[in-house]
């Protein structure tokens, strides 16, 4: 009689075992269901290309890590290497692609992205055809395989019908067309997240850099009334803890401190400053 261990295998016993019960780098969908709830969350950009450094900050505790190909070094390499590292820690990763495109969505959640972050988008109209490659036919137009780590290569081919694991859909508000249609923008099922990028919202406001401006603190709020008025989330990227305290105790439930590189510079340019005064 065969009793080879693939045959033996928990894994494989049952069909039915539920996903949450086998030890897996992808999300489930839980930091989308802590946002729905309410829960506030701390995370940071990672731009560097260098998944170890992505592997740092969860070791230190952050609630999620945002892999932004748009503006970072690296490519949808790190996405495949990021995600269990990041894991191992319990820390999901979104992330920020550098295009609406459809083939660009599709390849970073095939490789177990938590979430998408859809930068430059002007309009409801945009949003909602980017956010039809989040999900798969008939609600939307991810293409669709198994062999990959979002369906655990092949052993969970029923991921594509589960709804409670579908992806954190993040978008962008960064310019003034964009705050025009928030409120549409915002009604928009798997439109998660209202993400604010303060120096492209103040540079298209017309106010580069100046964030106490009137039209830009005025933009924040109509960003944040639009997110709870639609049972949304809501976020924006600030320099520091101070800042992040301050933004979750006005609301904001999706909170990015600086990224890597920022957070590195500054430490190590305090300690060089505070090294320096002392000799």
């Not at 894994?11 to 780098?25: F, H, K, Q, T, V």
């Not at 930091?31 to 592997?55: C, H, K, N, S, W």
């Not at 890590?65 to 748009?70: A, Q, T, V």
């Not at 999706?254 to 590189?261: E, K, N, T």
Request: hydrophobic share 45%; with cysteine.
């Amino acid at each position: 009689m065969n009793s080879s261990p693939l045959n033996s295998s928990p894994l494989n016993s049952s069909p039915l075992i539920s996903s949450s019960l086998i030890s897996s780098p992808l999300d489930h969908g839980r930091l989308r269901r802590r946002l729905a709830a309410g829960d506030p969350t701390v995370g940071t950009f990672i731009g560097a290309a260098a998944p170890v450094v992505g592997e740092v900050c969860a070791a230190a505790g952050v609630d999620w890590l945002l892999l932004d190909l748009e503006h970072g070094a690296g490519g949808e390499e790190q996405v495949r290497a990021l995600v269990p590292a990041a894991a191992a820690y319990g820390v999901p990763t979104v992330v920020r692609v550098e295009s609406a495109a459809r083939i660009r969505i599709g390849r970073v959640l095939d490789l177990g992205a938590a979430g998408v972050m859809l930068p430059r988008l002007d309009s409801a109209d945009e949003v909602a055809a980017a956010l039809r490659h989040l999900r798969y036919p008939p609600d939307g137009d991810r293409g669709v395989a198994t062999y990959n780590r979002a369906c655990r290569f092949g052993l969970d081919p029923a991921a594509l019908d589960r709804e409670e694991d579908r992806p954190l859909g993040v978008v962008q508000i960064e310019s003034a067309a964009a705050l025009d249609d928030v409120d549409k923008i915002a009604a928009l099922d798997s439109a998660d997240v209202l993400f604010v990028g303060p120096r492209d919202l103040s540079h298209d406001l017309g106010v580069p850099g100046q964030f106490t401006a009137p039209v830009y603190t005025a933009a924040l709020d109509r960003v944040r009334a639009a997110a709870a008025a639609h049972g949304k989330a809501c976020g924006l990227l600030v320099n520091d803890g101070a800042a992040a305290a301050a933004r979750i105790a006005e609301g904001w439930t999706f909170v990015a401190i600086g990224s890597d590189s920022t957070l590195l510079a500054a430490a190590v340019t305090a300690h060089l400053n505070q090294a320096r005064t002392a000799s």
